[in-house]
């Protein structure tokens, strides 16, 4: 069974190790994603959700109330497809509504699953460039 709940900063070590596994939207450089960023959007830049199963941390998202953005969407790579970020997208959505936010942006990939997923879900996109395109989703 997989509960959804929102994360911790005992969380940070296994979402660190989904961002670092992910095998689209990988980061030039590892290091510029500190463990201090992660801490920061759990509460003082936004709010943090995991999707938990028996397997232990296998997905997570996190919502940027200073921009009203998703500042990260990750699922382990063995654990794709059993619809964690549709969920995990829907509880970011929904805080940031809720914060009084209208608008919510997202960039990602150009081109990748990421990229057909948030078409998929109805997100508008907004602009492209060279490497990633740039959605938004209106209340």
Sequence with gaps: MTKFRQATTDDIPAMSK??????ENMLPDPSRITEQMYRDYLELLGRGWV???EDGI????????????????????EHEGRGYAKQLLQLATTWLFEQGNDC????????TRADRFYAAQ??????ENATDVF???TK
């Design 18 to 23: 989904i961002r670092l596994a992910v095998r």
């Design 104 to 111: 919510v942006r997202l960039s990602t990939g150009k081109a």
């Design 51 to 53: 999707a938990e199963t």
């Design 135 to 137: 959605y938004q989703l």
């Design 122 to 127: 109805g997100w508008l996109r907004e602009r």
């Design 58 to 77: 296998v997905g997570f998202s996190y919502a940027n109330s200073t921009d009203s953005s998703i500042w990260a969407l990750f699922i382990a790579p």
